[in-house]
């Protein structure tokens, strides 16, 4: 068997260079030489291949987009439904996918998971909220204790209103580890902190998990 390297496509004219970079269509700068050539070969129509051009610089930006909400996120362990294993969950089979339609969150709809400790309640939320942030939506982690400590520094500062209204711009937020152990001895926490992570999420669907 006989391997033949395929040669580069020629690069792109200097001045469609500059151009493409000013109109910052970096993805289809990125894909133009290998689609051009392409097109030149297989004598593509130019509508193709203007399609062709525009749905790279499309999907690019897509992808970029959903990078950005991840790490805006601040998900903490990348656990997503590829890495779920039902036989270590008590939470019913039909549970999880009947949530990964996404469909409560398009109407605002609140989701509480409880259970004991170990049957994969934070990984559940996790992969709901991967599943959210694929789908193009906006997602807001927070621990009850890391909420409570973002807006007592905000009413500290003076800042409580701005706060938020970035809090709320998330079409989920989330809220892990409620629970009541580990708050037990800070009586602000649990005042002040529940009453606040329900009263911010007014409109938005919230995912709790305990």
């Given at each position: 068997?006989?391997?033949?390297a395929?040669?580069?496509?020629?690069?792109?004219?200097?001045?469609?260079?500059?151009?493409l970079?000013?109109?910052?269509?970096?993805?289809?700068?990125?894909?133009?030489?290998?689609?051009?050539?392409?097109?030149?070969?297989?004598?593509?129509?130019?509508?193709?291949?203007?399609?062709?051009?525009?749905?790279?610089?499309?999907?690019?930006?897509?992808?970029?987009?959903?990078?950005?909400?991840?790490?805006?996120?601040?998900?903490?362990?990348?656990?997503?439904?590829?890495?779920?294993?039902?036989?270590d969950?008590?939470?019913?089979?039909?549970?999880p996918?009947?949530?990964?339609?996404?469909?409560?969150?398009?109407?605002?709809?609140?989701?509480?998971?409880?259970?004991?400790?170990?049957?994969?309640?934070?990984?559940?939320?996790?992969?709901?909220?991967?599943?959210?942030?694929d789908?193009?939506?906006?997602?807001?982690?927070?621990?009850?204790?890391?909420?409570t400590?973002?807006?007592?520094?905000?009413?500290?500062d003076g800042?409580?209103?701005?706060?938020?209204?970035?809090?709320?711009?998330?079409?989920l937020?989330?809220?892990?580890?409620?629970?009541y152990?580990?708050?037990?001895?800070?009586?602000?926490?649990?005042?002040?902190?529940?009453?606040?992570?329900?009263?911010i999420?007014?409109?938005?669907?919230?995912?709790?998990?305990?």
């Amino acid at each position: 068997m006989v391997v033949t390297a395929q040669p580069a496509p020629p690069p792109l004219p200097e001045e469609l260079t500059a151009l493409l970079r000013r109109m910052r269509l970096p993805y289809l700068r990125g894909a133009a030489p290998e689609v051009l050539a392409t097109a030149r070969a297989q004598r593509w129509d130019p509508a193709e291949t203007l399609r062709v051009l525009l749905t790279e610089e499309v999907a690019g930006r897509d992808d970029a987009t959903r990078r950005q909400h991840r790490r805006a996120a601040g998900l903490p362990a990348g656990k997503t439904f590829k890495s779920w294993r039902e036989a270590d969950s008590s939470i019913p089979a039909p549970t999880p996918p009947a949530l990964a339609t996404l469909e409560w969150i398009g109407r605002a709809e609140n989701l509480a998971v409880t259970g004991p400790s170990g049957t994969e309640k934070t990984h559940l939320v996790e992969a709901l909220a991967h599943a959210a942030i694929d789908a193009g939506r906006r997602v807001a982690w927070f621990t009850l204790e890391s909420l409570t400590a973002t807006v007592g520094r905000a009413g500290a500062d003076g800042s409580v209103a701005r706060t938020i209204t970035k809090i709320t711009r998330a079409d989920l937020i989330v809220v892990d580890l409620c629970r009541y152990r580990d708050y037990a001895e800070d009586s602000d926490v649990l005042g002040g902190g529940r009453v606040m992570a329900l009263g911010i999420c007014a409109g938005r669907a919230v995912g709790v998990s305990a």
